[in-house]
């Protein structure tokens, strides 16, 4: 059961409650370079991100705001450190969502200041903390815990519910699974704010990309997760669609083909990865929901794959297409993948 | 909490209770050919598999075991499906586990037949129920549901009980995660026989791995699952390192090195994705449990990878390498990773 939250907008996107899941990322260009800047968002669009965040670092990035949100399509999130000019410049400059600690800003005037033009704006603001940055008391009290990370968060969040402010967003970032996990849960008990979820520092494409699903897949589960972001060394646009298999895998959201393929063993005897994959990638663009299966065992296969909208299965020389388990005809080895990708074509032009 | 199990034996490796969470594949080669399957499980070894499962499909791959066994340092399961004989040959040939469904080998004498020898000779069973093939009794009065599967499991179960057999493994395999997890969770409440867990035709490499992260991994973090199977259409191989990067990723289990890397952001300015992923592969091979931190940022780097035993963090032109949060040296950028790899394969020898 997904855990019940406070909604809030970012933009025309809703987080929380039983809004769907949001994927977002985080562009690794410069972001005075308007231009880089856009092209990478475009791609990130493309691969279904529903928000994206810049670093603000400086006037001139600050700047840029509101020529690169002229220029797409989702929200546009400003992450500031600091300087609370930053912050009040990028809503001046049409920002969707701040992500910025007021705690790290400096006096209750600078807090009031920004949070005076966000109610005025109606941008929410993501506060969070991250294990590797601790509040100095919350350590000395706490030790390297879990809950001296939520401690770490409460204290932004309070700082907000002082000066009458709820449209907020948390994060409890660290790079340990068991580590996120307690906090959120923790946390959750606490606040009823959407919460921002992932995983940090998750590695390379490949590791990452398990670390996160195994992270972020276990708090969905567990009812807890109104948007994520993996965080990959890396392309962005790959952060986006680890996001998608994570919810794809989890029957959260649907986008676009799912496949399933079984593991070959001793009894395949088709080239099943290589099939498998010709597939996936002449299908990949697709964007309504179709289960697909390339199974490797014609007496198996139609019956495991059962509830698949589509499928094949290999014999010897032979394969099987089938749909919801039923076979529809036979087809030679060499022309399975052709068969079953313009079966799929038309079966979505149908949907 | 980890679930406590009985705990059974598959040759030397213990599975279930606080026995370390075992990992496992199937080979893909014919059984038939002995030295085939044996070269791809000398594989399977070098990546870290603790058990490995072979498909007997007839005689002449039942005959095989034996020459197998005798070439390989881990245990050794056969796979059968419906023949008596071939499971009595295969105890005969000195496999370590059985895997077979006691209700779909016909008469109760038969099913005696193997459990008598499997007593004798001391070796488990996996019984287990696929959705993609439920007992048509299960699915007529319990329809597709997870409830169906764990009573197909149940009923395997109880064919091996009456005849006073409880060296069992159960798995309940279906390629849909929240229904996998719904069936296991189930059954976790009624029987307390150690679990085989995985998320069956996951798919190509790259959706599979994500699939089985977030299924297998959900599963773990709730407590439940003494062995993993990662299917994936594809070399086996690439089963066990996800298999691994799973546990690792959750603390469960360690092997090697653990690695760390923030996202890149605007503020990155070197190359990090190039030195994450060739600082991964230079150390891939140490075995010994390592945390290495590959950082954008030389402010945050060091902090917020303090836990990390070694670790790099970039600026411009200039990086640094730190232990444990201090700073040991600095180094220009192009000899950050051999500096890194130098002081890690140093440490290596240490421990």
Redesign the interface.
Known sequence: MRRKTKQIMIGSVAIGSDAPIAVQS??????RDVDATVNQIHLLEEAGCDLVR??V?DRE?GLALSKIKAQIKIPLVA?IHFDYRLALLAIEQGVDKLRINPGNIGSRDRVKAIVTEAKNSRIPIRVGA?A??LAGWALEKYG?TPKALVESALEQIRILEDLDFDEIVVSLKS????FT?EAYKMIAQEVDYPLHVGI????????????S??????L???GIGDTIRV??????VE?IK?GW??LK???LRSRGPV??????????KID??RI??EV?KRLSHLTKPLKI???GCEV?GP?????ADLGIAGGSGVGLIFRKGKIIRKVREEELVDALVNEALELEQRL
């Not at 790079?175 to 068991?178: A, Q």
């Open positions: 985080m562009t690794n260009t410069d972001t810049v670093a670092v990035a992450d991250n590797g940055s390297h790079s340990s699974i068991p996990i940090t520092e998750a590695g390379t494409p490949w590791f990452g990309s398990i670390k699903a195994a992270g972020i897949g276990a969905l589960v567990s965080s990959l060394t890396g392309d962005p952060e680890v298999a994570i895998s989890l029957e496949f399933i393929s079984c593991p070959t063993c001793g009894r395949t099943l990865e498998a994959t996936e299966a390339v199974m198996n019956g495991e794959a059962r509830d």
